[in-house]
């Protein structure tokens, strides 16, 4: 069986509260991210980070209870969702390991 594969999120602002959900499981960071800043989001177990590209740390705002989700094997049904972004400023990028 392959080992889990755990995303990475690039998450561009403007936006509110931006939720990232793969099936059932869901991930939840309960703050604004402003315009300009750019928050990475790493799932990796070992790494459980959400960092802003100017060193600001955002995981206390990671709503409790959300789930550290991994990719499965095949297709993934995995949805974001942001509000108060704007177009072209805002972006949520899914990254991975191949």
Do not use: C
Not at 7 to 19: N, Q, V
Not at 70 to 90: D, E, I, Q, R
Request: avoid cysteine; charge should be negative.
């Amino acid at each position: 069986e392959p080992s889990a594969v755990y995303p990475t999120f690039i998450i561009s602002g403007p936006g509110h509260i931006p939720t990232l959900k793969n099936g059932s499981q869901t991930w939840t960071l309960n703050t604004d991210i402003p315009a300009g800043a750019v928050v990475t989001a790493q799932f990796d177990p070992v790494r459980h980070t959400v960092v802003s590209s100017d060193g600001v740390d955002y995981s206390g705002f990671v709503l409790a209870g959300s789930t550290w989700w991994s990719l499965a094997s095949g297709a993934n049904s995995v949805s974001v969702t942001m509000g108060g972004a704007t177009v072209p400023a805002s972006m949520i990028t899914l990254q991975y390991p191949l």
